[in-house]
């Protein structure tokens, strides 16, 4: 489906980065994988670029010397939990702002040149289905992935009349490793694949998706 298409991820390096770019490589794509790793290369990506998403300008610079590109998947984000709303301190909420928000808006910024000089294109976020509604000692997460959702649907009704599909998936619990070690004893078989999300993401990135705008999937697996 993305046979000869020109596909940036973000956060390239990681769990879920890593399954899109097999997935989107198995497709015949270009991947272009976006990381702040120190790395020459990383797997199953055509190229590789460091670039720190935190800062608007580098990320801008980047994006402008990739030249033409047809969709940019936003994976990098990060999570944290146990500091509850009333919680005195920053810390957390401008991390969770910053590793979920900030990275995704800068880079999508740096890709709507490119997208709308195409004429088409697609832009796959990742939201949170858990973000859907407040959770204690979660506060902060859910308020960056529901910002998440909101930028998705503002984004989609500025940019679908010029071909550009900008829509989210929203995961409840990614198998990964880290959420293995911190539950444990969870039921691992009844969360979402990182490769059937992957999957999903992909689809949205493709042009049998043209029709699909600002849309919220929830991918839940089994839970």
């Known amino acids: 489906m993305l046979s000869n298409k020109r596909i940036i991820i973000t956060g390239a390096a990681g769990t879920l980065g890593q399954a899109a770019a097999a997935c989107a490589s ?12 120190e790395a020459t290369s990383i797997p199953n990506s055509d190229e ?14 980047c994006l402008r010397d990739l030249g033409e590109i047809d969709a940019i998947l936003n994976i990098a984000g990060g999570f944290a939990m146990g500091v509850s709303a009333s919680d005195p301190s920053d810390e957390q909420w401008d991390l969770m702002f910053r590793l979920n928000v900030t990275t995704m808006r800068n880079a999508t910024r740096a890709a709507v040149p490119a997208l709308r000089a195409g004429g088409r294109g697609a832009i796959v976020n990742v939201g949170a289905l858990g973000a859907l509604s407040g959770a204690a000692d979660m506060s ?26 900008v829509n989210a998936v929203l995961p409840s619990i990614i198998d990964t490793p880290p959420n293995r070690e911190g539950m444990p004893d969870a039921d691992f078989d009844s969360w979402v694949s990182p490769d059937k999300l992957a999957e999903v993401m992909c689809f949205l990135a493709s042009d049998a998706a043209s029709a699909i705008h600002g849309v919220l999937l929830p991918v839940k697996g089994l839970v």
């Open 26 to 37: 198995g497709q015949g794509a270009h991947v272009i994988g976006l990381d702040i790793i």
């Open 140 to 165: 902060a997460y859910c308020c960056a992935k529901s910002t998440v959702m909101r930028l998705t649907e503002s984004l989609s009704e500025e940019l679908k009349n010029e071909g550009v599909n």
């Open 48 to 61: 590789y670029h460091r670039v720190d998403l935190l800062d608007a300008t580098a990320t801008q610079d």
